[in-house]
Structure formats: C-alpha cells, structure tokens
C-alpha cells in the first residue's frame, strides 16, 4: 500500500503515461470533459480537493515546460490565480487565451484532472517536459 503522496489509481496510471509534450488539464468541478478525453475526477464535495492542491500535489511529480491559463483567471479569481502562478517553478513559461479558447484546447489533453473547486477559472494546461 502506498504509504504517502498522491494514491489514486487512475491518477497514477494517467501520470505514468504522460510524455514529453502531452497536456494534462487542472479543472474546476464544472470544466467540461471533451468526448474522447479521459476524465480523472477527484471531487467529493464542493471544495474538495481544492484546484491549488491538486496543482501543488501534480508539480510535485512532473516536469512541466509551460502552463497556460485563461485570461480571466487574471481578474475574475486574481487572488487564486496568484497563489497558482507562485506554486509554478521559477522561469516556467506562461501562456493566456480566452476561456472559450482554453476548452478548445482541452480538447487535445491526455486527460482532464477535475478537482472539487468551485472557484470559476481556476484551470491550467500543463504541457508536460522531459526529465532528461
């Protein structure tokens, strides 16, 4: 059994998999799951698990070379999107587009990681690096 860190089975295997340039999509309990993308649903209860963990936790474990964001993550929910950009590493390349742009390109992520936050615009595309 695993003793400490993330322990999701599907979570894990999704992480397993990912490859130099893959996305993975942090969400919000409402970000749509586009058809044929799988979906990782975390969320228990309203709040629970909050974007900022579950963010916090996957940084943990990969190698990301750049995350984008909505622009509305700027000033709609400023005060989230600055503790997310703080949990980023240092110099990690940042990108914005519009929301309704954002879905579209969670439309070519390897899965949608769905956390129980009810913040709105508390989403990040991560592209995922190589360790090597």
């Known amino acids: 059994m695993i003793k400490q860190g993330i322990f999701h089975p599907q979570l894990l295997r999704v992480l397993g998999e990912l490859r130099h340039r ?3 999509v942090i969400g919000d309990a409402g970000l749509p799951v586009p058809k ?3 979906r ?3 969320g228990w209860k309203a709040g629970s698990p909050g974007y900022l963990e579950v963010l916090e936790a996957l940084l943990h ?8 964001f909505a622009n509305e993550a700027k000033t709609v929910t400023p005060a989230f999107h600055k503790k997310a950009l ?3 590493p240092e110099g990690l390349p940042v990108r914005y587009v519009p929301h309704a742009e954002l879905k579209r390109e969670s ?3 390897k899965a ?3 956390t129980g936050e009810f913040t709105g615009y508390t989403n990040v595309i991560l592209t995922c690096g190589c360790a090597y």
């Not at 990969?62 to 984008?68: H, I, P, Q």
């Open 112 to 114: 949608i990681v769905l």
């Open 107 to 109: 439309e070519h992520a």
């Open 86 to 88: 703080s949990l980023l």
């Open 22 to 24: 893959d996305t993975l």
């Open 40 to 42: 990782v649903d975390l």
């Open 36 to 38: 044929g993308v799988e």
């Open 61 to 68: 474990c990969l190698v990301v070379e750049e995350a984008l």
